[in-house]
């Protein structure tokens, strides 16, 4: 059993386990603070770095962007850096590539007066909320969570065209010439899955068939470079359906790069694969422990 005592990294990943609608953003911002706190009150953090991985994994196992927080600190105690200023150093990169993220969607989505959008991500309601205000958005209830109907009620809070469907109907507000989706990421692994909300691999995939482009906007925290197309471990979640009862569901799936347009990333737009994802973790690395 470890010697190492973290409180405050302990109370953050009981906050993260157990909160079901915030995203991975906000996750990784909620535990990189933790770690900054440790570090302040006197925690060797270099010497609790198995405790710290802990910690964090359990917190959520499949959003990926907290685990650049270990990871992250091993590397900064490897080069004698301080693990508390690579943490402060990630959610600094983490602020800028929010910013150069939107400029890209706005490229890639040009000319789409629809959006389409399944689930609640805070990159991708940054997104939405720099585009026109002429552009129709359709956002899809997310179940089981209902996390799009809180995207859809933000939104409609600062006066956007918001309609909000059940997921089964998304396929129906896809028209070829006009629209586009576009998702967030929980996790990208090395070979270029995403993995996202339940229902996004069957809303890309509807988007491709019907000639309508899919696009996936993540940062380099998103990215898991070590990881395959069905490495990671899916959370299930409980939730009741009406004249039948209690059913347990995958809350997340992965999409293959094959199925989308493109990733929406603060480096531009990138071709969906393994080359894209290995380049913005190298240089994610370089950025905040340069």
């Known amino acids: ?28 911002y909620r535990l990189a603070k933790a770690l900054i706190e440790e570090a302040e009150a006197g925690a060797d953090i270099c010497s609790c770095l198995e405790e710290v991985e802990r910690l964090v994994e359990d917190a959520s196992p499949t959003m990926v962007p907290p685990r650049w927080i270990p990871r992250l600190a091993l590397e ?33 989505l040009r000319g789409a007066h629809t959006v389409v959008t399944l689930s609640y991500s805070g990159t991708v309601e940054r997104i939405l909320h720099s585009l026109p205000a002429s552009t129709r958005i359709v956002v899809a209830e997310s179940r ?12 409609a809070g600062s006066r956007r065209q918001v309609l909000v469907v059940p997921d089964s109907a998304l396929a129906l ?25 339940v229902g996004s691999r069957l809303l890309a995939l509807a988007a491709k068939s019907l000639g309508v482009p899919a696009y996936s906007a993540f940062d380099a925290t998103k990215t898991l470079p070590e990881a395959g ?12 359906i009406e004249g039948w009862g209690t059913v ?11 199925h989308l347009a493109g990733y929406i990333t603060e480096h531009g737009i990138l071709a969906p694969g393994s080359r894209s994802v290995k380049t913005l ?8 422990l340069a």
């Open 229 to 240: 197309c069905r490495d990671l471990r899916v959370e299930e979640w409980t939730y009741s």
């Open 1 to 28: 059993m470890s010697t190492c005592r973290l409180p405050a990294l302990e109370e953050a990943a009981r906050e993260v386990r157990e909160e079901k609608t915030m995203g991975a953003s906000w996750a990784l």
């Open 144 to 155: 089981p969570g209902g996390e799009g109907a809180i995207l859809a009620s933000r939104l």
């Open 76 to 108: 900064a105690c490897r080069r004698g850096h301080s693990p508390a200023e690579a943490a402060r150093g990630l959610l600094d990169y983490q602020s800028r590539a929010f910013q150069l993220l939107a400029e890209a969607a706005r490229t890639a």
């Open 248 to 258: 347990r569901v995958p809350v997340f799936e992965a999409i293959e790069p094959a």
């Open 281 to 288: 973790a190298r240089r994610l690395v370089e950025n905040v």
């Open 173 to 197: 507000h896809l028209e070829p010439g006009g629209t586009a989706v576009i998702f967030g990421a929980d996790a990208v692994t090395g070979d270029g899955c995403v993995y996202n909300k």
